[in-house]
Every structure is written in C-alpha cells, then in structure tokens.
C-alpha cells in the first residue's frame, strides 16, 4: 500500500451500516434521512424560487481564477456589509470548493507553534481535519454540565504568551447552541495577536434572527478571525459546493497562493450559480423564510420528542435536536433498531472530539436531523421514532 489508511468520517460508517442492513442508500425513496446534514433543496413556503438556470459564457469555460469569481466575491463581501455592517471589501474574500475545504486550507497552512482549542462535543470532520494534519488540539469540556454551551473563558489558552485558534461552529453541529449578541461580541472581542477565532457559520442563517461573528469586528485586516460561511445549507444548495472564507487580507493571499497549485479554483458555473442565489431581493425573503420554516420544524420534533421520553439539549439554531436517550439505551442500539424501518441519526460518539467510543459520556446521545424533511413527513416520523423507543426501553 502506497497509502496510509483511515477510517471514512463518522457519519459514513452508520450510512455503510445502514446501506447493509436495508439494502438501499440513505436518502432513497423509503428511506427517512434524519442522520443527514443537508437542507431541503425545493422552495421552502414563504421562501422565493431557487434559480433553474445559469448563464454560462465562453469566459467561464476559463480556468477560473486561484481566489474566487471577481463577481461572487464581490457579491458575498456586499452582502457582509449590508447585513452585519461590517467593513470587508472582495480582497477579504476567498472562495473554496465548500466551507470544510475552506477550513481544511486554513489548519493547513496554521503556524506550527498554534494549538487549536475546541469544544469536545463538535462536527463531527473537525476531528478527522485535526487528527490527518497532525494539529496540536486541546479539548474544552462541552457536555451535561454545561448543556453543551462552554464559558468562552474556557477556550483561552493557559498562558497569554501561548498563541492558539479556537475553532467552532455557531450555531453548532451538532447541538444547535447559538452564540449571539453579547457572547458572540465577547468571543470576537478574544482574538488578539496571539488568539485567533476560526468560527464557522455553515448554519448562520437557521436562527431567529441569522448571526454572524463579522458584526463584531471592527478591522478585518488587523485581524486573526476566520469566518467560514456556505451555499450549502441557507442557501439550499449544497450540490454545487460553494464555500467561503472571510478575513484579513493578507491570510486571503496566502489561501490563494494555495490555490494556484493545490486547488486550481473552483467550478466558474457553480461560481455563477452562487452570485443568482445572492441576489439582493432573494437574500432578503431568504432571511425572513429560512429561520421561520425550521424554527417551526424545530419547534414541533421538540415538543413530540419530549412526549417520548428524549431528553432535549438542543439551542434554538441549526437544523437538528440534540437529544438524549432513557437510561441505558444507547444511539448505536437506537440505530439498529431504526434501520429496520429504514431509518437513522447520527450517533452521539461521532461527535465526541476526545472519541471515546462506546464509554463516550455522548454513547447515549443522537443528533436528530430535521434539514432535509418535508412538513407532512412529520406524523410518520414521530411513529417510527416511537415504535424504535418502545422497543429498546
């Protein structure tokens, strides 16, 4: 073997699992997605209509250029500016082939001597990124006692001499806590010469109302905070796998820098797709139809999980519920169970940061996914989800 073997991210193992136990892959008509992490790709009510197609012209059959489509990153900067009156301009710009590549490049290229600090209950790649580029990572105990919501002085470093990164997701994957308004100031407040923030906000705008670190920061270019944003999820479409990376200039050189011999840019058609998607009277209806549709959804899986027996821990952003399971049940049992009716979550231990397998204090808590469900799937839900917990308690 050439290459060193490793396990594919968490998640993929329960969609092999389930693939072997129903016959079929996840998502397939029949199946119930809720261990999925993509959002409905159809026109939500109240939302507008989702661009059918995208002029493409002879100059987009180019190679596209190392930082991104002039015009996107135009788009995506005037966007920040309007909605989070923030100073950033396309320079601070940088776009990628998704919101992890984005993060990817910038651990990447992390001066060696920086320790990463982040919560050990995260999205579940942010492990897989730290351990295959050998980051040096320290854990902030996010869990029970602390409802999964850490005292932001937790993440600073032991000594103000010590440089380090804290890396988050807001709202977070996968317990849908938001940060906002005076924490989130405080959090951005933080960063400094020897403290930067990697904050990614795939799920910015699944909260009433949408949040961003980027109203908090008075000079982008002074500054060592990383703020990740995507297509992918608020935007509906995680097909065309556009991410983005704002901040300071010059760490936007060296990420293009990157790109002139790792990446190569990225697809100019998707580029394209993605400005139609922004479109500045779209944007607004989309700000209002987004948070409201899946609050509603939040607010109704909530309340029947609660009916029973699952012990909530979920925030009020995001698209899933954290939930935990009676006494001596595990997710990985809950598993089996629903693969029967062709179904599945995602296992609490795939999001434990310190991966503690089955004596993870998080063996007995499931990310519950309702992203990519229509409305009326919701009563059928709820009696499979039942019927699994009636079975295993």
């Not at 290229?109 to 995260?122: H, K, M, N, Q, Y």
């Not at 709202?171 to 403290?195: I, K």
């Not at 007995?364 to 839900?381: K, V």
């Amino acid at each position: 073997m050439f290459l060193r073997e490793f396990p594919p991210m968490g998640i993929y193992e329960t969609l092999y699992a389930f693939w072997g136990a129903f016959g079929t892959y996840m998502g397939e008509p029949g199946t119930h997605p809720w261990s999925q992490g993509f959002p409905r790709t159809d026109r939500l009510p109240d939302g507008p209509p989702l661009p059918e197609t995208v002029t493409v012209t002879w100059e987009d059959r180019r190679y596209p250029k190392a930082w991104g489509h002039p015009a996107l990153r135009e788009t995506i900067a005037s966007y920040y500016r309007t909605w989070y009156d923030v100073d950033v301009t396309s320079d601070n710009v940088m776009v990628f082939a998704g919101g992890r590549p984005a993060i990817v490049a910038l651990l990447l290229f992390l001066e060696p001597d920086i320790g990463v600090r982040i919560a050990s209950t995260e999205y579940t790649p942010y492990y897989d990124i730290l351990e295959r580029l050998r980051r040096d990572y320290s854990l902030v105990e996010s869990g029970v006692d602390n409802r999964f919501a850490p005292d932001l002085d937790a993440y600073a470093p032991e000594s103000s001499d010590e440089r380090s990164l804290t890396l988050l997701s807001n709202p977070c994957n996968p317990t849908g806590v938001t940060r906002t308004e005076s924490e989130l100031e405080a959090l951005v407040r933080s960063a400094g010469p020897n403290r930067g923030l990697l904050i990614d906000e795939a799920y910015e705008l699944f909260h009433e109302p949408p949040v961003s670190a980027l109203r908090y920061v008075d000079d982008i270019d002074a500054s060592n905070v990383f703020v990740i944003g995507a297509a992918t999820k608020g935007l509906q479409a995680p097909g065309i796998r556009i991410g983005w990376v704002v901040a300071a200039r010059e760490h936007v050189e060296v990420l293009g820098n990157f790109s002139s011999f790792g990446m190569g840019g990225v697809s100019h058609p998707s580029q394209c797709y993605a400005v139609e998607l922004f479109d500045p009277e779209r944007i607004e209806v989309v700000r209002t139809a987004v948070p409201s549709f899946y609050g509603g959804q939040r607010d109704r899986y909530g309340e029947a999980f609660e009916r029973l027996g699952l012990e909530l821990f979920s925030g009020d952003g995001g698209f899933y519920h954290w939930c935990r399971l009676p006494e001596g049940v595990t997710a990985a049992a809950l598993n089996e169970r629903l693969f029967v009716d062709g179904a599945a979550v995602l296992e609490g231990t795939d999001c434990d940061m310190a991966r503690g397998g089955a004596d993870s204090p998080l063996a007995s808590f499931f990310r519950f996914s309702f992203g990519p469900l229509a409305p009326e799937s919701f009563e059928s839900d709820v009696e499979i989800m039942g019927r699994a917990l009636s079975d295993l308690t």
